[in-house]
């Protein structure tokens, strides 16, 4: 004998018929992708106008901060005329000593110093006017 | 993985040929509106007769349906292909929509297996299947939800596992319960017979 409980599900599933694919489901299904992906574009030019803002601010801070504390280098001219230079860490650095004044010349420091060590200060000035 | 393009997807619905994977169009589906289409015409005849099965009234069942589709389109963007298969995820949105339903439905359910007692043995006959159905809803949610997805749509412990996310032996338990609860319901009204 069959168990009553397959039978009686045997005759629900004969019962019950699938529903015809809706037009108008998924119409509505397509208004509701288009409504999803609007603000998820929103949300993306959002973040992006956030971190362009963040940037802008930490770059402004940089810069302030920056802006009021010269660089200071140090030179070593040694005996035999050759220069070291050190930054503020005592890092070596690769600086070039030409200074380009403002009618184009350029002057180099190397041999124009007698031997010892300087300290040369750069502050911050006008973007592109080198000092 | 390389995704199928827009124009793969509507020729594989018209031309005999290689069609894309289901997790092609799953993915595609996440940006093409015409994939989500051809996604929701692939899965909506099984969502819909479940959700038939389970209800019984074609006017409630398309408005649960509908929700159910609606569910897909919203939570598509997070779905993971090669986490939970896609049609047992469906059966989960499928499953939680009509336990929400079935919660108000269970006072009805008790009246409709009372009024069919009142009919006359030859009537009876015709409310079989309404019977079933009314037996399955006055069982607590967590009982239906098993025994539906066994019985009616014949799917594994191991599947019925994944769509409510849930232990096999969990499974197990709930489906032994279930049945015997919803035979103790049967058999009494065969009893009455």
Redesign the interface.
């Known amino acids: 004998m069959r168990d ?3 039978q ?2 045997e ?9 015809a ?2 037009p108008n ?2 119409h ?3 208004t ?3 409504r ?1 992906r609007q603000p998820r574009r929103w949300k993306k030019v959002l973040t992006v106008l956030a971190v362009l803002l963040g940037l802008t601010l930490a770059g402004g801070g940089i810069a302030m901060a920056a802006g009021f504390d010269p660089i200071r280098l140090f030179i070593t001219v040694n005996e035999d005329g050759s220069v070291k230079t050190l930054d503020a860490q005592g890092n070596p650095t690769d600086m070039h000593f030409e200074i380009v004044d403002d009618d184009g010349t350029t002057k180099t420091l190397e041999g124009t110093l007698p031997p010892g060590t300087y300290q040369l200060e750069f502050v911050p000035s006008k973007p592109g006017v080198k000092k | 993985m390389e995704l199928a393009t827009l124009e793969e997807l509507t020729r594989a619905e018209h031309e005999p040929g290689p069609r894309p994977t289901e997790a092609e169009l799953i993915e595609a589906a996440k940006h093409e509106p015409d994939a989500l289409s051809a996604l929701y015409r692939l899965h909506h005849g099984a969502v819909s007769r479940y959700v038939m099965r389970r209800v019984g009234q074609a006017n409630t069942a398309e408005d649960l349906v509908a929700d159910v589709f609606l569910q897909m389109v919203r939570y598509l963007p997070k779905y993971r292909v090669g986490t939970t298969p896609f049609r047992a995820w469906l059966y989960r949105l499928a499953t939680n929509r009509v336990n929400r339903w079935a919660r108000w439905q269970r006072r009805r359910a008790w009246q409709v297996l009372h009024d069919i007692a009142q009919h006359d043995p030859a009537e009876r006959r015709h409310d079989e299947a309404e019977h079933v159905r009314a037996s399955l809803l006055t069982l607590p949610l967590h009982f239906q939800s098993v025994v539906a997805l066994h019985y009616l749509e014949e799917l594994s412990i191991a599947e019925i596992g994944q769509v409510l996310g849930c232990a096999e032996g969990t499974v197990k338990s709930r489906l032994a319960r279930g049945r015997e609860l919803l035979r103790s319901i049967l058999t009494e009204r065969d009893g009455d017979l």
């Open positions: 009553p409980l397959e009686a599900f005759l629900l599933k004969a019962d019950s018929t699938e529903l694919p809706n489901l998924e509505k299904l397509m509701e992708f288009n999803q």
